[in-house]
C-alpha cells in the first residue's frame, strides 16, 4: 500500500488505468441507462417511477463510498504524512458532493409522486444532508487558509470527525420508523430485489464506481499539474528568465 | 489534574473579571426568542407549540455564537502554543477549556430559560424537562464547538465557517433536545429522548476532546 505514496509511481498507475475506468464507465453507464430506461419492467406499484431508483440508489452508494474514501485518505495523510492520499482525499470531495446532490434531488423528485412531498425530515434524508453538508464544509475549510498546508490538515482532522455520520446514514433506516425503505439489495438474506430489476442496479453501480475512478484519477494529475505550475512560477519569480540576461549581456 | 483546575480557574477568572461574554451570550439569546413572538404572531397557542424548538434553536446559535473565542484570543497571544507544550495531556487541558466554556455560557442559557418558557406560554410542565434537556445537551454543544473552534484557528472568515461546520454537527443534540420537551408537553414519557441526550453526551465526552486537541496540533506545528 505505501508504495502508491511514491507520486511518480501513482501517477504512472493512474495514467494507466484512466482510460480503463473510462470504458468501464461508459459502458456500464450505457448498458444500465438502456436496461433501467426501456429493457426493464414497471414496477406494479410506483410504474415508471421506479426508473427514478436506478439513478437514485448509486448515487446515494456512492455518497458514502466518496465519504469513506476521503475518509481514509485524510487518515493515512495525518497519521503517514503522505501527500498523495491528501491529494486523492481532496479530489473525492467535490465528486462525493456532487454524487450526494444527485442522491437529494433525485430522492426527492421521486418522493413528490411517490410520498406526495418533495422532503421529510426522517433520519435518512437528514443524515444524508448533514453528509452534504459535511462534504461542503471539508471543501470550505481546505481553501480557508493562506497556507495551504495548514488547511490540508485541517479539513483532513474534519473529514475524520465526520465519519460518525457515515454508519447514521446506513443504519438510519433500521433504527428509526423512517419513511425511506430499509435497504433492499445488501442484506444477509439475499437482495429482496427481482433480478430484471437488480441487473440495471448493479450495472449502474459499476458504472457510477467507474465513473468515480475516472474523474478522481484525471482530478489527481491535474492537482499534480497545478502543484507543478505552481512550483515553476515560484522559480521563475526567484531567478530572471536566462533568455533577458543573455539580452543584458548583448 | 493540577494543571487543568489551575486551567479551570484561570478561564473563570478571566471571564469573571472581563465580564462581558456571558452576559452578551444570554442577552443574545433570550433578544432571539423575543424575535419570534414579533415574527410569527403573538398566538399562544402556536407559540406553545413551537416553543420548545425555538428555545433550542436559540441555544445553539447562542453557544455558536461565543465559540470561535474558545481558542482565538489564547492562539493570538501565543499561551495555546505553551499549553500544547505542557506535560499534561493536551485533551486534559482541551476538556477543562471546554468546562470553563460552558460553565460561562451554557450554565446562564439554562438559567434564564424557565423565563423564556414563560415567555413562550410553555406550559409549566415542561420546564422541568426543558432545562434538563438543555443540561444534558449544552455540554454536547461545547465539546463538539470546540473541534470547530480548533479547525478554523487563524483561518479566513473563521467565525462563519465555524458554524457551516459546527451547526450540522449540532443536529442530532437539536433534534433528541426538541423531542425531549415535546414528549413533557404532550404528557408523554421524556426519559427516552433524555437517556439519547445523556449518551450524546458521554460520546461527545468521549471523542471531542481528542478531536480538538488533535486540531489544535496541527494548527500549532
Known sequence: MHSFANPTRFLRLTRALQPWAAGVALVCLAAGLYFSLFASPADYQQSETVRIMYVHVPAAWMAMFCYVAMAAGSASFLIWRHRVADLVAKATAPIGASFTFLALVTGSLWGKPMWGTWWVWDARLTSVLILFFLYLGYMALYNAFDDQARGARAASVLALVGVVNVPIIKFSVDWWNTLHQPASVVRLDGPSIHPSMLTPLLLMAVGYTAFYAWVLFLRVRTEFAAEKIRALRFRQAAVPPARELKSQEG | ?221
Not at chain 2, 441555544?59 to 455564537?65: E, H, I, T, W, Y
Not at chain 2, 472568515?157 to 433528541?176: D, K, M, N, Q, T
Request: charged share 10%; proline share 6%.
Open chain 2, 1 to 221: 489534574m493540577n494543571s487543568a483546575t489551575a486551567l479551570l480557574r484561570r478561564e473563570l477568572r478571566l471571564a469573571f473579571r472581563q465580564g462581558g461574554d456571558s452576559l452578551l451570550v444570554v442577552m443574545f439569546f433570550v433578544l432571539v426568542v423575543v424575535l419570534f413572538p414579533l415574527g410569527v404572531g403573538p398566538e399562544p397557542g402556536i407559540l406553545a407549540r413551537i416553543g420548545g424548538g425555538v428555545i433550542w434553536v436559540a441555544a445553539l446559535l447562542a453557544a455558536m455564537l461565543s465559540m470561535d473565542r474558545l481558542f482565538q484570543t489564547d492562539y493570538d497571544d501565543g499561551s495555546l502554543e505553551l499549553l500544547v507544550l505542557a506535560p499534561a495531556p493536551l485533551e486534559v487541558l482541551v476538556l477543562a477549556k471546554v468546562a470553563a466554556h460552558w460553565l460561562t455560557t451554557g450554565l446562564p442559557l439554562i438559567i434564564v430559560s424557565p423565563l423564556l418558557a414563560l415567555l413562550l406560554n410553555l406550559s409549566p410542565s415542561g420546564y422541568g424537562v426543558l432545562a434538563a434537556a438543555l443540561a444534558l445537551g449544552t455540554p454536547s454543544l461545547s465539546l463538539i464547538g470546540a473541534i470547530g473552534a480548533a479547525l478554523t484557528l487563524g483561518a479566513r472568515r473563521g467565525g462563519v465557517l465555524l458554524s457551516l461546520l459546527v451547526l450540522p454537527l449540532f443536529i442530532p443534540a437539536l433534534i433528541f433536545g426538541v423531542s425531549a420537551v415535546d414528549a413533557a408537553l404532550l404528557d408523554l414519557n421524556s426519559r427516552p429522548p433524555l437517556l439519547i441526550l445523556g449518551a450524546l453526551l458521554l460520546l461527545a465526552l468521549a471523542l471531542c476532546p481528542w478531536a480538538a486537541a488533535a486540531a489544535i496540533r496541527q494548527a500549532t506545528e
